[in-house]
């Protein structure tokens, strides 16, 4: 039942992010003029970048520079914050009103807290597994169609890179709800820090993200440039976000309703 239920919650938001996400896959740049617009900008980088500029002006590397560097990638994590932060409206009985008396409800089962946050978290983390890999799987099919070589196997590397080891910003969107039990500061929160950390690199393109930074991993540029999947990277950011949500259970068992 409370998969059921928390389904119900979220599963507009599925649908609305899924639908955006692609918009920007049909309603892309021509890749004609994506590449010229390369070759322009290339007078301007280093050496070292310039490098690039023939991987970068393939098909694949278009698909990545466009979708999982810069569109994808900045819309995603905004996605995940957003969904996480439905658990204050689905299971919290301090808010007032509708989400109050359902959150009342929910605890008048025979149920733990714990259950219920982990049961919607899981669900929001297939959810956004979804949002990743369904329009990625879309512009796979779209280049096939239109006679282009894309990998099916390294979109999926792709995508599954930037789902789960993004996985910190659905666990930080549960630890701010535990915390402040408020929507609006959960999104305002999330939101900030996830632009902060996107908008000040994503305009050094062909430079890689900072080591430390997620958006280093969840763009799969370790993959794109050296054919090499970061398993540490992948790891340490799936553990950091274990350690959040472990933080988010103990804090929501012990409040006091």
Not at 19 to 29: A, D, E, K, Q, Y
Not at 34 to 39: D, I, K, P, T
Not at 200 to 208: K, L, Q, V
Request: hydrophobic share 55%.
């Amino acid at each position: 039942m409370l998969w059921q239920k928390s389904w119900w919650e979220t599963r507009l938001g599925v649908l609305l992010y899924i639908g955006v996400t692609l918009l920007f896959v049909f309603w892309r740049p021509l890749e004609a003029q994506w590449v010229s617009s390369l070759q322009e900008r290339a007078a301007s980088w280093s050496e070292d970048s310039r490098r690039l500029l023939p991987l970068l002006s393939s098909h694949q590397g278009y698909v990545w520079s466009y979708w999982f560097r810069m569109s994808l990638l900045g819309m995603w994590p905004m996605f995940a914050v957003a969904q996480g932060a439905t658990l204050v409206a689905a299971s919290c009985p301090w808010m007032a009103g509708g989400a109050g008396a359902a959150g009342l409800f929910t605890y008048s089962l025979p149920i733990s807290r714990r259950r219920v946050l982990l049961t919607h978290a899981a669900l929001v983390g297939s959810e956004m597994v979804l949002v990743a890999l369904a329009p990625s799987l879309m512009f796979t099919i779209v280049s096939r169609l239109t006679g282009a070589d894309l990998p099916f196997g390294a979109i999926m590397i792709y995508a599954l890179l930037l789902s789960l080891g993004g996985m910190v910003f659905p666990a930080f969107s549960f630890l701010l709800t535990a915390v402040f039990n408020n929507q609006w500061k959960v999104l305002v929160i999330g939101i900030a820090i996830a632009l902060g950390l996107f908008f000040p690199f994503i305009f050094r393109s062909p430079d890689e993200f900072p080591w430390w930074s997620v958006y280093h991993l969840m763009s799969g540029e370790t993959y794109f440039r050296y054919g090499r999947i970061p398993w540490l990277g992948l790891f340490a950011s799936l553990a950091v976000s274990a350690l959040m949500m472990f933080a988010a259970v103990r804090i929501y068992e012990r409040r006091d309703f």
